[in-house]
């Protein structure tokens, strides 16, 4: 696999070119320094983060850029794009100054775009969209290099920090985008302009900002606004909204559509889903062939995600067989799935952390993983239990209480044994749960924790989940450091 060249990613004049702004320094002596000498191998926007040789771009957001520059240039940054020179700049330090620094940044990122000729895929969705980046970066990756951000940058700054860093050679460019109210996708998917667009699910999700579902559908169908000349739509054909999104496809001008899920018809069809040890077997017909393989993520729901990768790899001419070969060496993503065998008094309980964000979507989802997998792995006796440890679900609106509560569906089916629960939203699930389900329900997250800790047993399947202000990451991370023996590894055949 041909590997990302991220020394050179942009040099002064190709900035100052991008952007319209001026070369300039402040302080410092001219005979011994020029500002335009100058190249850069990233684009950071957080000090913390920065790594030698990167762009600093000063962002207003909560706080002012401006106000890093010296800690961007102690990291190591190559130059910062500005919007002015404070009087504590560094002297000599290399500035870009343009009129905005987020416009600035889109500049950037247009001038990636332009000068790259791979693929690029943009993906949104009420869940998934992160399971699916990370399944396009390992197919993509089959057949040549990729771009893609490392995390959730899908919002008003990060998918054009994503695709400002986009090198000039990548063969595929793989962008997450998301919103939270109607009208934030459209200016990012027309930034990038994806060859193929898709949609992973529209569920409830952000219900606060919206009057129903639907008008969050109408708000995912914006991705298609971007699509560039041919591209192609990818929709889930299982979804009560895929006529609608079918149809604001064929008014944004797609040149085709590609299908997936479980019903008949689907282009990529799920026929079967087997759990296999830290992964899943599955079944599906893909353009007509059925064909069996396995997946190194677990998860009824990763494989939807999984076939709408592998869609839209083929929609920008990824072959497929290298592709499907590297499903089997995936796994799942901190916060997402990823499992984790924990020593307990007397054996082992084995941790599923979905701690990363949740919606009834993909609540219902992790709940449905619990279910599938099987107790009893860590006790040297015998036996073991399902627990199922859950933060809230924020952003819902007036439909959060009735939402939770409907949870104990989910948690009955997956025949889970006990629910540790935090959160006001939580305590409407809590009074709906058979007695003998209830574990604990706690203020907030922290106060999991202790009780936690003390009722795992060995044999026990410990799944987490919850939006992620409702911290509920605390309980996944203290029971990791409680005593984390391996992180599971993948059966792959």
């Known amino acids: 696999m041909v590997k990302e060249n991220l020394q050179n990613l942009w040099s002064a004049y190709e900035a100052a070119a991008a952007t319209g702004g001026a070369l300039c320094a402040r302080g410092g002596d001219p005979k011994r320094w020029t500002a335009e000498e100058w190249s850069a191998g990233g684009v950071s926007i957080d000090t913390r983060t920065l790594k030698p040789g990167d762009i600093f771009v000063a962002l207003r957001d909560a706080r002012d850029g401006h106000e890093f520059l010296k800690n961007a240039f102690d990291a190591g940054a190559a130059a910062a794009l500005v919007a002015r020179a404070p009087e ?24 990636a775009r332009t000068r790259n000729f791979g693929k690029r895929i943009g993906v949104t969705g009420s869940a998934g969209k992160t399971s699916t980046k990370e399944i396009l970066r390992a197919v993509l990756g089959s057949d040549g290099s990729v771009h893609a951000a490392d995390k959730s940058f899908n919002n008003h700054w990060g998918v054009p920090l994503t695709l400002a860093r986009l090198p000039m050679g990548a063969d595929y460019g793989v962008f997450e985008i998301g919103m939270n109210h109607g009208g934030e996708i459209t200016p990012l998917t027309k930034l990038v302009r994806p060859h193929a667009a898709i949609v992973t699910t529209v569920a409830a999700a952000h219900l606060e900002f919206f009057n129903s579902i639907e008008e969050i559908a109408e708000a995912k169908a914006e991705i298609f606004l971007g699509l560039a ?265």
């Open 229 to 493: 000349p041919g591209g192609i739509a990818v929709l889930p054909f299982d979804n009560e909204f895929f006529p609608l999104l079918k149809k604001r496809a064929e008014e944004a001008g797609a040149a085709g559509f590609i299908t997936f899920g479980e019903k008949d018809g689907a282009d990529f069809q799920l026929l079967d889903y087997r759990a296999e040890g830290a992964g899943a077997r599955l079944k599906a017909t893909i353009k007509g062939e059925t064909m069996e393989f396995f997946a190194g993520v677990p998860g009824r729901h990763q494989a939807g995600n999984m076939l709408a990768a592998l869609a839209a790899a083929d929609a920008v001419g990824c072959p497929l067989d290298g592709a499907i070969r590297a499903l089997g060496a995936i796994s799942p993503a901190e916060g997402r799935g990823a499992r984790a065998e924990i020593a307990v008094e007397g054996g082992t309980a084995t941790l599923i952390d979905e701690s990363y964000n949740a919606n009834p979507a993909s609540m219902a989802a992790a709940i449905g993983l619990l279910g599938a997998t099987e107790p009893g792995a860590g006790n040297p006796q015998g036996g073991g239990r399902r627990i199922a440890i859950l933060g809230e679900m924020l952003e819902l609106g007036p439909e959060g209480p009735a939402l939770h509560e409907k949870l104990v569906t989910a948690l009955v089916a997956a025949k889970v044994d006990r629910v540790y629960a935090a959160g006001q939203l939580m305590r409407h699930l809590w009074d709906a749960l058979p007695p003998d389900m209830r574990g604990l329900h706690a203020g907030d997250a922290v106060g999991l924790v202790g009780p936690v800790l003390d009722a795992v047993a060995p044999g026990d399947v410990v799944m987490v989940k919850g939006s992620n202000a409702s911290k509920v990451s605390a309980v996944a991370r203290a029971l990791k450091e409680s005593g984390v023996m391996e992180e599971q590894k993948e059966s792959r055949t």
């Open 88 to 111: 504590d700049a560094p002297d000599g330090a290399p500035l870009l100054v343009v009129g905005d620094t987020l416009e600035g940044l889109r500049d950037l990122a247009r001038a």
